[in-house]
């Protein structure tokens, strides 16, 4: 009666070694299958009729920014200013000079907001490089124009500006382009 | 066996001890279950595209997840086509005319093998992947899809390293006014 007794009182103890042996390996496997640099794409839209056809009157009129060295153009139609986007200084090291991609965004969100007033449904964009400008200076450039972030309500949302980008040759002759347009 | 009474008791007490003193692993199966969750849900994307060390892919905020195409590399020094040279830099960017010589053969090459093309490539073209380095010139970069565009590589998409998107707050700036000059009427 006694023996009995005391078999009761004992805790009940749950086996839990083969578990713990496939955590011991899944930890491992998953661990070493995990991802920490996402690789994503950006896509590309090519001109029509490759670089540097000629427009028609018909075609609807393009939408360009300019990559130079120092600044950043939006011309509206083509090869006609609107904005000069100068460099600026960047946060970390105000030494160096750095695209100024925060107001493109506003002066892009803006005139998608009039070009909707005036009932143009615009997607397309024309990004224009210079020889020398860097692959990462045209993947930001081509972040900034494809969306911006909007906040709607309490989310942020990406929202849509010119997704469809083309890239194309800057013009050489900078100087004399027409004067920006002033309203 | 006639045992004495203190070894009576002091074989109880060690019994008492005995079973008091077994492993504890509750807190470590704890860690354990939530890390695989964790990792079970981190791991549902598989990698695509491999990345070459020799390659510093830009950053951008893009979310869009690569398709299992033709990828073209470019590296510092050289171009490859699915881990295969075709070209070297230096002698791309000596080169006058627009199209890489070697790549263009390359790819017709894929082209041929690939065989007939679907509806849907005969209007977009074949897709293609380019992994560029961050620092490679534009120069370099519009030979590469001058060739791809004249072998109907025409469907081409730049891989890029994502980091988190920044939310900026845009609405603060000063609103620019009537940007667009007045001329334009409707759709020309």
Sequence with gaps: MFQFRRKHAQEAELDITSF?????????????SMVFSHITVLDLTLPDAGP??????????????????????INYPAGIRVKRIDKIASEDDPATLLHDYATL????????????????????????????????????????????????????????????????DAPVAEADTPAEVTP | MK??????????????????????????????????FFLLINSDDVEVLQNNEAIDLPKSVAEQKPDNTLTIMVSASDILVNGQQVARIADVLQAEETDIKGLAVELNYRAQRAGELTELQQQKGRAVTIMGDATIPYQLLKKIMATCASTDYRDMSFAVSQIAAKTDDTGVTTEPVDLLPQNIDGEG
């Design chain 1, 105 to 168: 965004s506003v002066y892009l969100q803006e005139i998608k907001r009039q070009l909707k007033e005036k009932g143009i449904e615009k997607r397309d964009i024309l990004v224009l490089s210079q020889p020398d400008t860097d692959y990462q200076t045209i993947i930001s450039t081509m972040d900034t124009v494809r969306s911006y972030k909007a906040v709607v309500v309490t989310d942020v949302v990406d929202a849509e500006l010119f997704p469809l980008i083309s890239l194309g």
């Design chain 2, 3 to 36: 045992q004495s009474l203190r070894a009576k008791r002091m074989a109880k007490h060690h019994k008492r001890l005995g079973s008091g003193s077994k492993l504890n692993l509750v807190s470590l199966m704890d860690i354990f279950t939530i890390l695989v």
């Design chain 1, 20 to 32: 713990m042996n496939l955590m011991i390996i899944l930890v491992p496997v998953l661990l070493m």
């Design chain 1, 52 to 73: 540097g056809a000629a427009e028609d009157d018909d075609q609807p009129k393009i939408l360009e920014v300019v990559l130079a060295d120092d600044y950043l153009d």
